[in-house]
């Protein structure tokens, strides 16, 4: 079975998807991790992301794997590095929409995501997953949140790791990549026709969980 859960940067994805996941004892995927960690590598290489060909080129000579730790996080291995702290570093998060524009690129990087769904049962989270990867998956959620509170949930996440930033520069950026992601010719944001809308902006984690398990008994009901 393939769920998958699309939406904007800090709606709450990650989190509830992992806990749906781990609730219906399926795989999590986290595709923006995917796309973070070509980003680094980019990063890495100085690469002129003007030069598409030699980014596709990169994309194809490169291994991402996603594994979970004993404590449930994701591990993201770049290369056979872990690179879970690096990929969420800011000078990424703002880089990560011109790796994601490529149209090229995208379609390695929906083709890896296939495969995850031929071999297990899924929960996958991204901006594409219902509309492009997935769109035979049994349930589809678009989770989506207020700009203002995404911007604080945010602005906690990135405290708690000792990054400090006005919660009015976040919205900021929130805005400017909710447009790169919803404008980009390829894979942009957006519902799919068969999606169910939750709005996260005054539910709290426990409650959108509940709310997806519910749609989910209901479908098997049907
Ligand atoms: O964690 P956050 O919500 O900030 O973002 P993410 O899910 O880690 O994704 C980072 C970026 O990767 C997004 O802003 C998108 O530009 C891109 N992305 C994408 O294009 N397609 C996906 N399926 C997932 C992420």
């Not at 495969?115 to 297990?120: E, N, V, W």
Request: with cysteine; hydrophobic share 40%.
């Amino acid at each position: 079975m393939i769920i998958t859960v699309d939406g904007p940067a800090g709606a709450g994805k990650s989190t509830i998807a992992k806990l749906l996941a781990e609730k219906l004892n399926f795989l999590y995927v986290d595709t923006g991790a995917m796309y973070r960690a070509l980003t680094l590598k980019a990063e890495n290489q100085n690469m002129d992301y003007a030069d598409i060909p030699g980014l596709v080129k990169m994309a194809e000579k490169t291994k991402i794997t996603l594994e979970k730790s004993k404590s449930c996080k994701t591990i993201v291995f770049l290369d056979g590095f872990d690179v879970s702290d690096a990929i969420r570093e800011p000078i990424i998060t703002n880089a990560v929409y011109k790796i994601a524009r490529i149209a090229e690129i995208r379609q390695i990087m929906v083709s890896w995501q296939r495969d995850y769904g031929k071999k297990h049962s899924i929960v996958m989270e991204g901006r594409d997953i219902g509309t492009v990867v997935f769109p035979q998956a049994e349930k589809k959620f678009y989770l989506d949140a207020s700009a203002q509170i995404r911007a604080k949930r945010r602005m906690l996440e990135l405290k708690e790791k000792g990054i400090d930033i006005s919660r009015e520069e976040l919205i900021t950026q929130i805005e400017e990549r909710d447009h790169k992601d919803k404008t980009r010719k390829c894979g942009p944001l957006k519902i799919a026709d068969d999606a169910i809308y939750i709005d996260s902006s005054d539910l709290d984690i426990s409650e959108v969980v509940t709310t997806m398990l519910k749609y989910l008994k209901d479908k098997h009901e049907k």
